[in-house]
């Protein structure tokens, strides 16, 4: 009996061993390792942490289009420096060459009619010289036979003749006339065709060289989205197709926390460090202040994060850049010196 009353217990205290043994057995070994970079310290007594972005000292300018089209050409790469004026790309012209040509042969057409107008303008002035000098002449016979009193040197109808022939006459004056004022409102109206013709072809030739898309300053080609054959569109995207940025300068962008912003100052030093390397860093010079505090864009993950920070951003130029390749859009961790006073 005693042998049995113990087999149960000590069924029981093996399998707890075992248990206990597989378990231990099985539990992963962890092992404290030391970071393969330290985190970045701050080199003042008091200090405000944010994170900065790197941006061109002109800001990133994404480049639009004045008119849609399909692009037929590029001419940069990303990486290129190009000068103010010099062309980045063009679209597909045919269309607004063919207007062009209609439009060069309307001038061409409406300077003709103004010529025809002018030719006109001397041809009736002409007539009306003739018509004025034929009415002095059939005025001077009217006249001689009014002033005959016999009627047996010169008849009533002789004298009724010579009157409607004056009359005929006048009315071929008039007519003349009317045909000067017909010809001169001929030539302005070929004038006014000749200018409209004119101003459309200069309205062509305006939109073939907004198809022609220059840089606006002398800047680097940060991005390009854009190949020949795809479509632009004059509407804002976005998606930015070609940025372009002053990269001799690099500022830095730094989003401080509206709860601290009242600790900075204009006149305070700051550093930028790289993340991933804490021993490159940079000095950093104050250029402004944004004026206009924002909702913080840029999330860490951090759980602790409220998505409703606001920030605001200041905005630095990197005196010394850090000896290491620095990016445009690259993150760096900043320290900005406090007074102990606002510690």
Known sequence: MKIRDLLLPLLAIGSIVYATTSIVRTQPTRELTDPPNAPPRPGYAHNVAAVGLIEPSSEPISIGSARAGVVDQVFVTVGDTVKKNQPLLK??????????????????????????????????????????????????????????????????????????????????????????????????????????????????????????????????????????????????????????????????????????AWRIKSQAEATAHVRGNADLKSQLTFVRFEPLVIPKKSLTGDATERVDTRVLQVIYRLQNPAPASLFIGQQMDVFIAADSSTK
Not at 227 to 233: I, K, Q
């Open 91 to 260: 679209l597909r012209t045919s269309e607004l060459e063919a207007e062009l040509a209609v439009a060069n042969a309307a001038i061409t057409q409406a300077e003709a009619a103004v010529e025809v107008a002018q030719s006109q303008v001397t041809i009736s002035t002409a007539q009306v010289k003739i018509a004025s000098a034929e009415l002095a002449n059939v005025q001077r016979l009217l006249d001689f036979a009014e002033s005959v009193k016999d009627s047996r040197v010169i008849s009533d109808e002789e004298r009724t003749q010579r009157k409607m022939a004056v009359l005929t006459q006048q009315a071929k004056c008039q007519s003349a006339e009317a045909s000067v004022a017909s010809a001169i409102s001929s030539v302005a109206s070929a004038k006014a065709a000749v200018v409209a013709a004119k101003a459309q072809q200069r309205v062509t030739q305006v939109e073939i060289e907004r198809s022609t898309i220059t840089a606006p300053l002398d800047s680097t080609v940060l991005q390009l989205r854009i190949r020949p054959g795809e479509y632009v569109s004059s509407a804002t995207s976005s998606t930015p197709w070609l940025t372009l940025g002053q990269t001799q300068t690099l500022h830095l962008r730094a989003d401080v926390d509206e709860h601290e």
